[in-house]
């Protein structure tokens, strides 16, 4: 069960439920997984996502909500409105 005043999403995929939450260390990890520094250049790297982007930002998201899960078989289009409400939701 996600807390939504942690700025955590439930993401429901393969008969499972996973919380993702944008952590310190989350954001570090997408920084450093993206090659950027600071959030503006984030904002910017995030509008234009590959499927590998997506991946490794939901495994890091999922990862700050306590969660380690395989993220290849999620729908991309249910991954990618996860990752948005995550950060809606942080920030």
Not at 7 to 24: I, N, R
Not at 27 to 49: D, H, P, W, Y
Request: charged share 20%; glycine share 10%.
């Amino acid at each position: 069960m996600s807390n939504p005043a942690r700025g955590e999403v439930t993401l429901d995929a393969g008969g499972e439920t996973h919380t993702l939450c944008l952590t310190l260390g989350a954001l570090a990890e997408i920084e450093a997984g993206l090659g950027v520094s600071g959030f503006a250049a984030m904002a910017e790297r995030l509008k234009t996502l590959s499927a590998a982007d997506l991946a490794l930002v939901l495994a890091a998201l999922m990862r700050g909500g306590g969660a380690v899960a395989d993220v290849s078989a999620i729908d991309p289009v249910r991954a990618a409105r996860a990752v948005a409400d995550c950060f809606e939701r942080a920030l």
